[in-house]
Each structure stands twice: as structure tokens, then as C-alpha cells.
């Protein structure tokens, strides 16, 4: 297109009852970009700084999450894209590339703030485009932000869910090498010749043994008693026997020595076997049943953190309980980054009413940057602090990573800032904190040092 008129403009829905005389005005102030098919019109991190009226052809806008693209949408003739009247976007988020051979009209922000006054009605106009795009922008965000925290939350959930189930596969793979033994057993077993006075004696060590906690060993400590017990064995022939059982349980040559004193000296063998076979049949077991419980107790913690089952209403809710299960939810990552997670709650608070749902939100994304800022550390502490007055309760979530630049604090409510990589944070995380909050007719607050990053969520009883 050589040359853009006022008829032109006007062909565009959006355009159609401006004045002809600002249509003109604003036509003076810019120029036409033709782009060939896979052109740039615009770059991803580009500052927000032109005004762009597709006359002709398509362009398509794509954002990089991930390492990947993400279409965001299409822009058809007549559609307007870049910078508009009292918009607070500064930097480009995404990318803007032809899809096949099309027309831009581009107009510097300068300008367009320039004639903002002397042209009501087109102003009127690129603000309420401004408004529509933002509402479709932030849905689309919200959406990203949610799924991108669910990515984050399904993997380290489902390395919390793997090493139970690996633990239970591998545990009932030894399980039934111990129960195929059985039959072996009971062939030596049943032709012991143990009077019932002694039977009772091992007896009774064994469900001791079993039915008590053994006491916590140090390294060096089951290293020592490893050694006492493979010493005695060897010293009765019994060198080939599993020690597994017997150092689980924390038995001592002493102990053992019952065993002997009980049995004639050709039944031994069989006897310390049995034992070996029956403790470790019963760890594994034990194993079991801890895995399958942890399982349990996260399908539990997701089910309580999303509150399934549950009406969307709001609800009396402990806070503590949200919290504890969002750490739960965050448990991988909080390992994975070597943090030490420190809580200080006042047990005394009593319930509020919130929306439950989204409470764990907001601990969630302001959890979640805490451990990313202390990522740089390679560990940290995260002090989480309850407390509460007579109408306000009140959580402080405290990381000791590098702070928060001051400049920066002004910033981190408003929404698409963030100071992460392209495709590591929409910048809606702390935004979506602040809408909660005040859904809530609560507040969010930040205080920010070198090692010292507090932020304060105050919430009316």
C-alpha cells in the first residue's frame, strides 16, 4: 500500500466514527511498514513505544515460555496492536511476525500523547481498545500463570508420588523372595526339637524386638553394631546369614546368645534363619505400609490445598492448615533448593472466613518466589511467622536470599512486572496475590534488605 486515507481508516469497524479530521491528523503522523512472510515486526523485550494499525495481510503475536512458542493470537486487518493511551506497558512480552505479506501503519507514542487533547474521539477510541486488550491479555496471563504454577506443583509432586511407589515395587519384590523362601523354612523348621519353655523365651525376644522402636544409631554406631553382629555370626558358622533383619531391629551379640542358649547347636542355623527370614518379611511390610501411607497423605494434601470435594463458597478455615499443605505441594522444590523451612505459628489464632482456594494461592506464589530468591544461594531459610491482635491475623514469610532492589519493591504488585527470565514468570504471580487480598478486604505488604525479604499478609478476623 502506497498511501493510507481517510476512507481506509474508516473501512475498519473500529474507526468508523472518528472524525474525519483526526483520522487525517493521525495518518499525518506516521508511516506505512510493509513486511514480507515471516517478517518482525516486533520483538519480544522491544520497548512499548509505537502504535500499530494492521491494514492489510495477518500478523500472528507469540510468546516464549519454556523455550517454546506460544501463540498468543491473530491480528487481522483493521486490528491495532503496540502502544495505546494510558497503557502501563513498558517492554514487549511477546513477539509480532507476518504472516504472509501484509501492511502496518506505525505511529510513535509521542505523537499519539501529543495530539491526545486536540483528538477526543480517536483518544476515546485507543483506550477502549486499550481496555479490551488488557481484559483478554490478563485472562490469558491468569491462565498461563495458573497452569504454569500447576507445571511446577505436578512436578514435584510426582517425584514426591515416585519414590513411595518405587519404595512399595521394590519392597514387595523382596517381600515374595522372602515369603518363596517359606516353604524351605517350614521343612527345617518343623524338625527342631525346641522345648516350649525355650520356644516362649525366643518368643518373647522376637515380639519385643519387633513391638519396640529400636534406639537412633549414628553412622559409626551402625557401622559398630554391623560388625558385632557379622563378628558372631561368623563365630557360629552362620557367616552366609542376611544381617539386614537383625541390625534393623538393633539386636546385640548378647541377645543372640539366646538364641543359642536355646537351641542345640546342629539347630542354630536353622533357628537364626528363621529369624533373619521373619524380620526381614516384616520390614518390608513396615515398608509398605509407610509408602502406601505417604501416598495417602499427599493425595490428602493435594485434595485439602485445592479443596476438591468442597463448595467455592467462602468457608471457615484454619490458615495454618493452608499453609502446611502448600509446603507439602512445594516439598520437592524446597529440597531440591536446600531449604530449611522454619515455622513459628501462634496456635491460638483463631479460624477466618475466606475463600480457602484461593488463600493457598497466595501462599503458593509468594512461597514459590522466595525459594527462587534464595536460589541463587544454593540454600536458604524460610521462617514462616503467625500471629494475631483482636480483629487482624497476620503471616510473615521471610527468606534470607539477596532482597529486593528498592526500586524494584514500587513494582512487584503491578501486573506483567517481573524481574525473571522470559518464559520463567508472567509477572502476574504477586498481582494475582494482590486482587485476593483484597477480595478479601486484607492487605499485602513487603519490607526488603540484603538477606532479609519479609512480606506480610494481614488478614481481619
Known sequence: MKELTVEHLRAFSDFHNIPAVQLQWLISQGEIVELEQNDLLFNAGDPVNQLYIVLGGKLRICVVQQGKQRELRILDAGQVTGFLPYSRATITPAFGEALEKSSVFKCSAEKIKAGMADNYELT???VHMMINR????TSIQQQNEKMFALGKLSAGLAHELNNPAAAISRAAALL???????????KKVSGLQIPAERIDKISNLINTKINTEPATLSFMQKASLEDEI????YDNGLENTDTEGLVEKGFTSSELDVFKTCSAPQELPVLIEWVSNYLVTHKMADDIRISAERISGLVGAVKNFTFMDKDADRQIVNIHTGIRNTLAMLNYKLRKGN???IEDFDETI???????????????NIIDNAIDAMEINSKGNLTITSGHDEKFVKVYIKDDGPGIPEDVQQKIFMPFFTTKEMGKGSGLGLDVVNRIMQQHNGTVKVKSAPGATIFEVCLPI
Not at 177 to 185: D, F, K, S, Y
Not at 350 to 364: C, D, M, R, S, Y
Open 339 to 341: 531449604i530449611n523451612v
Open 176 to 186: 515374595q523372595t522372602q515369603i518363596n523362601q517359606l516353604p524351605h523354612l517350614f
Open 124 to 126: 476515546e477510541t485507543l
Open 134 to 137: 488488557v481484559r483478554e491479555f
Open 350 to 364: 483463631p479460624a477466618i472466613k475466606a475463600f480457602p482456594g484461593e488463600l493457598n494461592q497466595v501462599w503458593t
Open 230 to 233: 557379622s563378628d558372631w555370626l
